[in-house]
């Protein structure tokens, strides 16, 4: 997939080390996933949240993830059906900020699509404080970029946190709402989930509105 090359390109600031360490251990995952290899020891702190084995999730499998450890702005990303998918902790200033941008997006309302009906909301999520996303630009594929702490001002003015897809510039908000002027269409991907406990989503299952 071509959102491979494009992660491992990640040009935020030092603080996003950690995130672009944990793309590239994705990165491994991906692979091995795809190719039904099982030594993915590399990977070990990104696979720990997982509970169905790799073959069960390639057959597509719910996915558990351990949301416990996830800190205010942080961001983790697990597998689900070969795909990638964000788990994101949003931060009080970042959810108050979703509602001010309906001016700047294509779909602000979510009327195309792309999520679950419990999420056509402002914060396309179950729980406003988390964001599940399918972490691929709905332009051509690409793996978009999460920029915070004012990186993603560079890109649109006064939004401090978002995503951008370094293929061809889409960008989207911290609800996955895709911006306007960019080749991206539609907004990113909301996956079926729900909350098994305050610490546990189950990615693939529809059925649990908050
Ligand atoms: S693939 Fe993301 S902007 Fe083209």
């Known amino acids: 997939m071509s959102n491979v090359s494009t992660d491992a ?7 996003s080390q950690p995130e672009n360490n944990t793309r590239r251990r994705f990165l491994t995952v991906a692979t091995s996933v795809v190719g039904g290899v099982g030594a993915v020891g590399a990977a070990v702190p990104f696979i720990a949240s997982w509970n169905p084995s790799i073959k069960a999730k390639a057959a597509g499998a719910d996915v558990e993830a351990d ?30 900020s979703l509602s001010g941008l309906a001016d700047k997006l294509k779909d602000p309302d979510s009327s195309e699509e792309q999520q679950p009906e419990f999420a056509k909301n402002v914060h396309r999520s179950l729980k406003e404080e988390y964001l599940v996303l399918v972490g691929i630009c709905t332009h051509l594929g690409c793996s978009p970029q999460h920029l915070k702490d004012g990186a993603f001002e ?36 909301v996956p079926p989930y729900t909350f098994i406990d305050d610490n546990t989503i189950l990615i693939g299952s529809e059925e649990g509105a908050a």
């Open 9 to 15: 390109n990640d040009s935020s600031n030092a603080e």
């Open 67 to 96: 949301i416990s450890k996830i800190e205010p702005g942080q961001l983790i990303r697990v597998i689900w059906r070969s795909k990638p998918v964000w788990i994101a902790r949003r931060t009080p200033e970042t959810i108050a």
């Open 154 to 189: 560079q890109y649109v003015e006064g939004v401090s946190e978002g995503f951008f897809c370094p293929c061809h510039g889409s960008k989207f908000d911290m609800a996955g709402r895709v911006f306007q002027n960019v080749p991206a269409g539609l907004n990113l991907v």
